[in-house]
């Protein structure tokens, strides 16, 4: 059986998927594709149930539930970290009055941001070229996903806001999610906990393997060196990745819900895990 497991070219889920990838953990007669593309372009193709099993933003998980569950795992929380809205040095101190960078109407950066500042105004561009539109000023400022996070600094940007930590602050430390791991409801309940199952030892062994889980990773790191490749894993690929726990699983009930309490989802959202 053929299944086609999609998620970002970044070395975060690149580690995440090592150990299958490369034969470490036996695919159990299944044929897997790894397919990689952008997140939101991942988003989008999740409406049309393109992808046996895929990454997706959370924002985008509420408008997924009649076609996806949730995976028990593979989850991407920033722990008082995440998100981060970037300007230029001599740049705005606030997000009053200027437009913003965004990487997807889909992605939850959007979404917190959203609950951040529900009358932002944006424009989406591709999230590997918002750094260099900041710079140009063609934008005042740009929200950053994956390794922007750790190089905006060395790149003469400064912060605005960390949507993680005004997360933290607002919920009482819990972590912002971002993405999870999601398998079409159609392939069955068999076939759902078998996948399953490859996936979280997948994980396991990259994080019982780490440093040969790292060094494949750093092909995805966009120029980030072997430390920060590691570091940025660190961030979004640990325990909560492995299994959300009760404390994961209240985060993303609680994100959902307070978007939908704000008016920026349709309805609220029934969470559901696969077993």
């Known amino acids: 059986m053929k299944i086609r497991i999609a998620h970002s070219p970044d070395s975060d889920d690149a580690f995440m998927f090592y150990a299958l990838a490369s034969g470490k953990v036996p695919s159990n007669g299944f044929d897997l594709e790894h397919v990689l593309a952008d997140i939101e372009t991942l988003n989008r193709a999740a409406f049309d149930g393109k ?43 606030s997000l009053k009055g200027i437009r913003v960078a965004i990487p997807g109407e889909l992605t939850t950066a959007f979404l917190a941001l959203r609950l951040y500042d529900p009358d932002v105004e944006y424009v989406v561009m591709p999230f590997d070229r918002i750094q260099e539109r900041v710079h140009s000023g063609e934008v005042a400022a740009g929200l950053l996903i994956h390794e922007g996070q750790l190089t905006y600094e060395d790149e003469g940007l400064r912060k605005i806001v960390d949507l993680g930590e005004w997360w933290a602050e607002r919920t009482g430390g819990l972590p912002l999610p971002l993405g999870g791991n999601v398998i079409r409801r159609d392939l069955g309940a068999a076939t759902i906990g078998t996948l399953s199952r490859l996936l979280h030892e997948s994980i396991a062994y990259g994080l019982d393997h780490r440093q040969e889980a790292v060094d494949y990773s750093m092909q995805f790191g966009r120029g980030l060196d072997r430390e920060r490749t590691d570091r940025f894993v660190g961030m979004y690929v640990n325990t909560l990745t492995l299994d959300y726990g009760e404390r994961g699983r209240t985060a993303v009930h609680r994100l959902l819900d307070d978007a939908r309490a704000a008016g920026l989802l349709p309805k609220r959202v029934q969470v559901e895990f696969a077993a």
């Open 51 to 93: 992808y046996e099993v895929t990454a997706v933003s959370f924002h985008a998980y509420a408008h997924l539930t009649d076609r996806y569950i949730l995976l028990p795992h593979g989850a991407s929380m920033g722990e008082r970290y995440g998100p981060v809205v970037v300007a230029k040095t001599d740049g705005p101190t």
